[in-house]
């Protein structure tokens, strides 16, 4: 899990040294997140560095890392855009244990 807000408390010793694996390995791969607002900060940091890892995402909100979002609208990593509040709602549910979220607006 890493945690923050756009880019406010990303997990960098976590995201470089997945990156440093990942550089010298080639893995770990396809990854699949699941984040309300990807953290990043249009420089290169916070998730951004670990965009050739991920295979499908699930999100609300990637503007603050330009990678992510050109791999995603170029179709190299599978992608599905959902209200982040849902998200959010979601991801409460489940480390609350509930088995799912159910929404009034439609999702």
Same mark, same amino acid.
């Given at each position: 899990? #890493?945690? &923050?807000?756009?880019?406010? %408390? @990303?997990?960098?010793? $976590? =995201? #470089?040294?997945?990156?440093?694996?990942?550089?010298?390995? &080639?893995? @770990?791969?396809?990854?699949?997140?699941?984040? @309300? =607002? =990807?953290?990043g900060d249009r420089e290169g940091r916070g998730t951004e560095p670990i965009t050739p %890892?991920?295979?499908?995402?699930?999100? &609300?909100?990637?503007?603050?890392?330009?990678?992510?979002?050109?791999?995603?609208?170029? +179709?190299? =990593?599978?992608?599905y855009n959902l209200p982040m509040g849902q998200i959010s709602h979601m991801i409460r549910?489940?480390?609350? +244990?509930? @088995? &799912?979220? $159910?929404?009034?607006? +439609? $999702?």
């Open positions: 899990t #890493s945690a &923050g807000f756009v880019a406010t %408390m @990303p997990c960098d010793a $976590l =995201i #470089s040294a997945l990156r440093k694996r990942y550089d010298k390995t &080639g893995h @770990p791969r396809n990854l699949e997140m699941v984040f @309300p =607002i =990807i953290v %890892m991920v295979s499908k995402a699930i999100f &609300g909100w990637t503007d603050v890392c330009p990678a992510f979002t050109n791999a995603v609208l170029s +179709g190299k =990593i599978e992608a549910s489940s480390a609350n +244990g509930v @088995p &799912g979220h $159910l929404s009034k607006v +439609g $999702l």
